[in-house]
């Protein structure tokens, strides 16, 4: 249990260092800038993204659990397998980039409200700092990166008490290098000063939410096809006016003029968002991933793989191909999974492991999991293991798979090939 903790918690750690946490960490960096490195308020935004981080994490972790003692297939980063959740952070990174470009302002409202009644802002940046924490490790969940792949299937194993001890661990990591900036005085009078170049940080700061936007947009793309695309451009259009009619709203009422008109446009186009998301249709309903799953030979036929194109993974397609005597490589990722990604661009794609293929004659299959799938959730679970990426080499002849690390090499899988294939017969 000890060993699941800590590696749940250095997994948590090293996920600071991946790009889909990095610019929702960014948000937070512009605002320890901003408070001038006061230690009153670094100590409680630090408590706050703690705080909420640990929510988030607990709150996904016993969803996750409770739906695995229902009988339900899932694994770690499910919320992402649903559309309508990528479809939501698409446009709360949109909405928080518009507010990073000066678009309109968070805030002004509880801070108004605080000098009516203190004579002086009030302070809210907690709640920020809490929000900020759930959304980093809503958005980060998904990438399991190095020592959280053993962790996480030990956690959902054991007893729910010890697996929810485990992901407390994985949340800590993640809260940890911000909260520790914000509790250590040598570092926190490092921080710059206030001054005018925090208007041209905070712009540039935009531009990393803008990218995580498009990440997602084509994860969504991936999920629903052409039908997803246009929704999800429609109502960012919608809500960038909407965020445009509430800034010249915010701006009148602070030059003393009438602003109802304006709000209440903005108003009505974040309810023409709401709406349709809540209208029943075809716009956001899951179906085949059309990215490389669409293009690969399906699993049912019997024809032999006799080159490095991949095909659509399945049980039967595995045991199958290793009674005939050859070795299988799986792929278990999904659009989603930026790991799955950076290793499909440095290995899987690479002349090297394509002439492994070949040579070793070995089947080649993928497991997409971007779209929800019980029999690759349960083939995952059967291995203990619940965050992707998962990469599998079967021996030829048949024989239990060789479980490859998540951060792959040509060299390793190279050599993985090698060796399954020397098992025949």
């Known amino acids: 249990m000890f060993i699941a903790i800590a590696s749940a918690f250095l997994g948590g750690l090293i996920l600071n260092c991946m790009p889909c946490v990095f610019p929702i960490i960014s948000l937070k960096a512009f605002g320890l800038v901003r408070q001038g490195g006061d230690p009153g308020h670094l100590r409680r ?33 499910f919320q992402l397998q649903s559309p309508v959740v990528v479809a939501v ?30 004579g002086k802002a009030a302070d809210d940046g907690w709640l920020g700092a809490a929000l900020t924490g759930a959304l980093a490790v809503v958005v980060a969940t998904p990438c399991a990166g190095p020592f959280m792949a053993s962790a996480l299937g030990y ?4 007893p729910p008490i010890v697996g929810l ?20 005085p040598p570092l926190a009078r490092r921080l710059p000063r206030p001054g005018s170049w925090m208007i041209t940080l905070k712009h540039a700061l935009a531009f990393p939410m803008l990218a995580a936007a498009a990440w997602l947009v084509w994860v969504l793309d991936s999920q629903t096809g052409s039908a997803g695309l246009p929704f999800i451009l429609g109502c960012a259009l919608l809500l960038a006016l909407a965020c445009w009619l509430y800034g010249l709203a915010q701006r009148r009422t602070m030059a003393g003029k009438s602003a109802r008109g304006l709000t209440f446009a903005a108003a009505s186009g974040l309810a023409v968002i709401v709406a349709a998301f809540a209208l029943p249709g075809q716009a956001l309903v899951t179906g085949p991933a059309p990215g490389r799953a669409s293009a690969m030979p399906s699993a049912a036929t ?62 080649y299959m993928i497991a997409d999991s971007t779209n ?15 965050g992707l990426p998962l990469y599998l080499v079967y021996p030829a002849g048949g024989g239990d798979p060789v479980i ?3 951060v792959l090499t040509s060299g390793l899988v190279v050599d993985a090939l090698d060796a399954a294939a020397s098992k025949k017969g």
């Open 155 to 158: 956690a959902l194993v054991q």
């Open 89 to 118: 952070l698409v446009l709360i990174m949109i909405g928080s980039a518009l507010n990073l470009m000066g678009l309109f302002e968070m805030g002004l409202g509880l801070q108004r409200i605080g000098q009516e009644a203190n």
């Open 372 to 386: 929800y799938d019980a029999g690759i959730e349960k083939a995952m679970s059967d291995l203990g293991r619940t």
């Open 165 to 184: 001890a485990v992901f407390a661990a994985l949340a800590t990591g993640v809260a940890a290098p911000f909260t520790l900036l914000c509790f250590c």
């Open 45 to 77: 935004e630090g408590l706050a993204f703690l705080g909420g981080s640990l929510f988030a994490m607990l709150a996904l972790a016993g969803l996750l659990i409770a739906l695995r003692a229902g009988g339900e297939a899932v694994g770690w980063g």
């Open 302 to 363: 019997n024809t032999p793989i006799m080159d490095a194109r991949p095909v659509r993974w399945s049980p039967e397609r595995v045991a199958r191909e290793t009674s005939a005597g050859r070795p299988v490589f799986v792929d278990f990722s999904a659009a989603w999974c930026l790991t799955c990604q950076v290793n499909e661009k440095a290995v899987l794609s690479k002349p090297a492991f394509k002439a492994a293929i070949a040579r070793t004659n070995a089947a």
């Open 404 to 406: 490859l690390p998540q």
